[in-house]
């Protein structure tokens, strides 16, 4: 909830502190999902709560010297959004499940090879992305390591079965943020995926979880 906090006229002591119960107290702790998700595919709109960095600024210098505690209300938050996104996982997964031609178990397990080194190619990617020419050399010797193997794990997933079968999209879905991600994807798409700010987004929360914890 975007508010001005204090009005023209209006003297110091008129204004929210960060301990009324309007304010969000995940944003104070700079984790709120409503904050962190704008603007992406899962942006949650404006949070109920109030939100503003001066408020977020008063909390900080003050917990320097008195616990308030608001690390539990923002766990509970935060526990509460990663519950609902995980068991949009585990529906997406079933619904693949219900959809998708079913594989052999020798073929699934081929299958998620290529996906593994698909997404560590992404990862690695999108990692080299953010650190620039620091580190670029090495990550990219790593990503065409991983490129070989998975074009050699791409061919025996080929050899498994039928062209028709082969080319239909195997997708699976992202245990971090519940995107779908196709086996064919190619490695701009996965890099994108996984520097994208939705992936970051959950990252970020899903660390600041375990760190409330």
Do not use: W
Not at 48 to 60: G, W
Not at 124 to 143: I, R
């Amino acid at each position: 909830m975007c508010v001005h906090i204090l009005f023209i006229g209006e003297t110091h002591e008129h204004q929210i502190k960060f301990t009324d119960p309007r304010v969000c107290k995940s944003f104070l702790l700079a984790c709120c999902p409503h904050e962190i998700l704008s603007s992406t595919r899962m942006d949650l709109g404006d949070c109920p709560n109030v939100h503003d960095v001066a408020l977020r600024a008063d909390y900080e210098a003050a917990v320097k010297t008195k616990d308030y505690y608001y690390d539990i209300d923002a766990m509970e938050h935060l526990q509460s959004f990663i519950n609902d996104c995980d068991r949009r996982t585990e529906s997406s997964k079933k619904r693949l499940e219900e959809t998708q031609e079913e594989l052999s178990a020798e073929v699934a397990a081929k299958a998620n090879k290529v996906h593994d080194l698909a997404e560590q190619i992404g990862q690695k990617l999108a990692k080299a992305e953010q650190l620039g020419a620091d580190g670029m050399v090495e990550l990219m010797e790593e990503v065409e390591d991983l490129r070989k193997r998975k074009a050699t794990a791409e061919q025996e997933y080929r050899n498994s079965m039928p062209v028709s079968s082969y080319q239909q999209q195997k997708l699976r879905v992202c245990e971090v943020c519940s995107a779908y991600l196709g086996i064919h994807d190619n490695d701009r798409r996965l890099a994108d995926h996984f520097g994208g700010k939705l992936h970051l987004g959950f990252i970020k929360i899903r660390e600041k979880l375990e760190e409330l914890k």
